[in-house]
């Protein structure tokens, strides 16, 4: 659990603690007085804890939701990493055994190789047809101009990414 979510969830529980001690207290202090009195410091006792109880528990909710933002975003980041280190370590794999590696859909795998080419962070090319995914020196793909799978033309079809029209492998230029 991230500290913003902790201090969050403290947040929203002292405020909670608040509001309830203060109306608790008011409750067990309506002494003899007139009832009117009584009924008039209650309510006055409440909208002063509101005051104080609901600021707290608005930013403690805050925290919370952004805390949440926060670790989703770490999630996603550390998929990003696994992948990566994946297919640079071995050079090429096979997507189905990566997607079953890392519990994942091949969309999903898609997604995050398409994200690393986009970060500049991740060079190579995949046979989809195929299902393999290599790993390559940057350097080697720019002047690459024949399709390794098919001997075909490629071309440019994206952002750091080229493709060949002949099998569809796509190329991933950093």
């Not at 909670?16 to 309506?30: E, I, K, R, T």
């Not at 002494?31 to 009117?36: I, V």
């Not at 050079?91 to 795998?109: F, K, M, P, W």
Request: negative net charge; contains cysteine; glycine residues 12%.
């Amino acid at each position: 659990m991230s500290g913003s979510r902790l201090t969050g969830i403290l947040l929203i529980a002292g405020a909670v603690v608040v509001f309830a001690g203060a109306m608790g207290w008011g409750a067990s202090n309506m002494g003899n007085e007139s009832q009117n009195l009584r009924t008039s410091g209650f309510i006055l006792l409440a909208i002063l804890a509101a005051l104080i109880a609901l600021p707290m528990a608005g930013v403690g909710i805050f925290l919370l939701r952004q805390g949440a933002q926060q670790e989703q975003e770490e999630s996603e980041s550390e998929f990003q990493r696994r992948v990566l280190d994946i297919v640079q370590s071995r050079g090429q794999v096979n997507i189905s055994d990566l997607a079953i590696e890392l519990q994942a859909d091949r969309d999903t795998l898609r997604e995050t190789i398409h994200r690393l080419v986009g970060l500049g962070v991740f060079s190579g090319y995949i046979n989809w047809d195929k299902g393999i995914l290599y790993s390559a020196d940057a350097a080697g793909l720019r002047e690459l101009k024949q399709c390794k799978n098919c001997g075909g033309d490629i071309r440019l079809s994206g952002k750091g990414v080229a493709t060949c029209p002949w099998c569809g492998t796509e190329y991933f230029l950093t």
